[in-house]
């Protein structure tokens, strides 16, 4: 009886991280040449949302954003993921900070 609960748990453990991941949108932004590809990011509202960031430039960059309060080093040739929302409608814009100039972004909630 035991043994059966400790296995009901197991999968019932092993659904819902399924269902998290499944449910937990996927987002790709490319860095190229010191820009973000694309610029505008548009993610569903009120949704906790993954960003997959592949740098595709030799040089490591820095994702940062004052209003989504995320900042992280993605390395040359490398990927991160970063973790947002779940983000109120608006506009959230992001930079590299190792290339302010060029490097600007913004998503999009809606
Ligand atoms: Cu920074």
Redesign the pocket.
């Known amino acids: 009886m035991k043994k059966i609960t400790t296995y009901s748990l197991l999968v019932a453990i092993l659904i819902f991280t399924q269902y998290v991941s499944a449910a937990t949108p996927i987002i790709e932004i490319r860095i190229r040449d010191h820009l973000f590809y694309p610029a505008e990011v548009v993610i569903p509202a009120n949704v906790k949302v993954k960003l997959l960031v592949i740098n595709q430039d030799p040089t490591p960059e820095?994702f940062?954003s004052y209003e989504l309060n995320r900042?992280k080093v993605i390395v040359g040739n490398g990927k991160a993921i970063i973790f947002v929302g779940p983000l109120d409608p608006g506009e959230y814009p992001f930079f590299g900070?190792f290339n302010m100039s060029t490097a600007l972004g913004k998503i999009i909630a809606e």
Do not use: I
């Open positions: 820095e940062e900042e900070e």
